[in-house]
């Protein structure tokens, strides 16, 4: 069964660091696009960071952009979120899932991991 295992949340201090990982059990990400989303209470997915395997291109969304860094290791089948400079607002269940690229639609989705910002 394909699927993700997202770990590393938590409750941390405004300002402080957090690293997330997603790891892949039953099929390698070599040929996907790997994604990290969050949605927090009444507000819609969002797609924060993505990283293409075939090419190591990466996406970032304004509100994370220059705090957060997305990296791979291809033979721990593992991604991972570095996560500097939380704020509250960062407060959310963080997930990862698969794509062809990063910008199709997603699959192989994780149950999620919480993070928990306090000001």
């Known amino acids: 069964e394909e699927r993700f295992v997202e770990s590393g949340g938590g409750l941390v201090q405004a300002g402080g660091s957090l690293r997330l990982s997603c790891a892949a059990s039953?099929?390698?990400?070599?040929?996907?696009?790997i994604g990290w989303f969050r949605q927090a209470p009444g507000l819609q997915r969002e797609k924060i960071s993505c990283?293409?395997?075939?090419?190591?291109?990466?996406y970032y969304a304004d509100s994370v952009k220059g705090r957060f860094t997305i990296s791979e290791d291809n033979a721990k089948n593992t991604v991972y979120l570095q996560m500097n400079s939380l704020k509250p607002e960062d407060t959310a269940v963080y997930y990862c899932?698969?794509?062809?690229?990063?910008?199709?639609?997603?699959?192989?989705w994780g149950q999620g991991t919480q993070v928990t910002v306090s000001s």
């Open positions: 899932a698969a794509a062809v690229s990063c910008w199709s639609g997603f699959d192989y």
């Open positions: 039953g099929f390698t990400f070599d040929d996907y696009a």
């Open positions: 990283v293409s395997s075939s090419d190591g291109s990466t």
